[in-house]
């Protein structure tokens, strides 16, 4: 895959990506750990490639996605870690809310 050097993820740039349903899409076409190319990933799908390409360059600044070049094509595959650091974010928004309800709970009751 990609040999730039790995970097810190920003979820609100993963969350962000995935708030399109076509790059949702695209992520569901990937997350079997198969890498494709664009032509395969525009395949069975309105998109150009043009527009498959540019989707993909939105997910891989987010880290949801790393590319290799083949030959004469881009192949990309999914990145699970964009994912858990974003699940990882909303773990600790959880928290700090179970806690902020625990205490408000904690001062009803008293």
Do not use: N
Not at 14 to 33: I, N, S, Y
């Amino acid at each position: 895959m990609s040999t730039a050097e790995p970097r810190s993820i920003e979820p609100a740039t993963v969350f962000a990506a995935l708030g399109d349903p076509t790059r949702l899409a695209l992520v569901r076409k990937l997350c079997d750990g198969q890498s494709r190319s664009i032509a395969t990933l525009a395949a069975d799908t309105e998109l150009t490639r043009q527009a498959v390409t540019k989707h993909l360059a939105v997910m891989e600044d987010a880290g949801l996605v790393a590319s290799e070049r083949v030959g004469r094509e881009s192949r990309y595959a999914f990145r699970p870690d964009a994912i858990e650091e974003a699940r990882a974010c909303l773990d600790a928004v959880s928290r700090q809310w179970d806690d902020a309800l625990m205490r408000l709970k904690r001062f009803v009751e008293d």
